[in-house]
């Protein structure tokens, strides 16, 4: 089954800091997503990608920035951390033969304080 | 805009018995549906495809599709407790790789 990889699993961040969270995939998949899910609801699209150097916005990329600089490695980038992002975050990759299935990392828990 | 509707929110049904959830587009170029299961603090998984009309069916789960409609449905026989789970409902157009989720159906199996 396809891997994804993320890192950190949980991370505590303050109101104003940076936050960087990152995904990496050994699939060789082309696209590439960033979601995030709050308590009891679905997934809401943040950036994706198509392959290497590039980046699109999702529904809600304000506030977020995404970084591809390869094949293998997808960021997602929050400047200026607010308690508003504070989520569960998922990477995701698809793009294989069925029909751009998507393969989700285990999720990275963040807290804005 | 929510692009992808899905009922009910939540739904408990019998060990052994059926379980019917329902997904809608408001986006009339989408092409593709998936049904993904998501357990408790774990992530999702991808349960069913399905990418023309008619119905599909793998074991206990059967999955229709109405393209006119843009209307999907998915059947649980025989449910089971370790079924419970929120099932997420997932479309994209052919033509672009924009996945868009509905906010899911949590689903709760009593033994």
């Known amino acids: 089954e396809a891997a994804v990889t993320q890192s950190p699993r949980n991370k505590v961040a303050v109101t104003g800091g940076k936050v960087t969270l990152s995904c990496n995939q050994t699939n060789n998949h082309n696209n590439m997503y960033w979601y995030r899910q709050d308590t009891g609801h679905g997934l809401r699209l943040i950036h994706y990608?198509?392959?290497?150097?590039?980046?699109e916005k999702g529904d809600i990329p304000d506030g977020y920035k995404a970084s591809r600089p390869s094949q293998e490695n997808f960021s997602l980038i929050l400047e200026l951390a607010t308690p508003s992002q504070t989520s569960v975050y998922f990477c995701a990759s698809g793009g294989g033969q069925r029909k751009n299935t998507l393969y989700f990392g285990a999720g990275t828990r963040l807290s804005v304080l | 805009q929510q692009k992808v509707q899905q009922s009910p929110e939540s739904l408990i049904v019998p060990e052994g018995g059926m379980a019917s959830l329902n997904c809608t587009s408001s986006?009339?170029?989408?092409?593709y549906f998936w049904w993904y299961r998501q357990h408790s603090g774990k992530s999702p998984k991808m349960l069913m495809?399905?990418?023309?009309?008619g119905e599909k069916e793998e074991g206990r789960f059967t999955v229709h599709l109405n393209k006119a409609s843009l209307h999907t449905s998915l059947h649980i026989r025989d449910s089971q407790p370790s079924d419970s789970a929120l099932y997420l409902c997932?479309?994209?157009?052919?033509?672009?790789?924009?996945?868009?989720f509905g906010d899911g159906t949590q689903l709760v199996v009593k033994p």
């Open positions: 495809s399905i990418f023309s009309n």
């Open positions: 997932a479309a994209s157009r052919s033509s672009n790789n924009r996945i868009f």
């Open positions: 986006d009339r170029n989408v092409d």
């Open positions: 990608s198509y392959g290497a150097g590039s980046t």
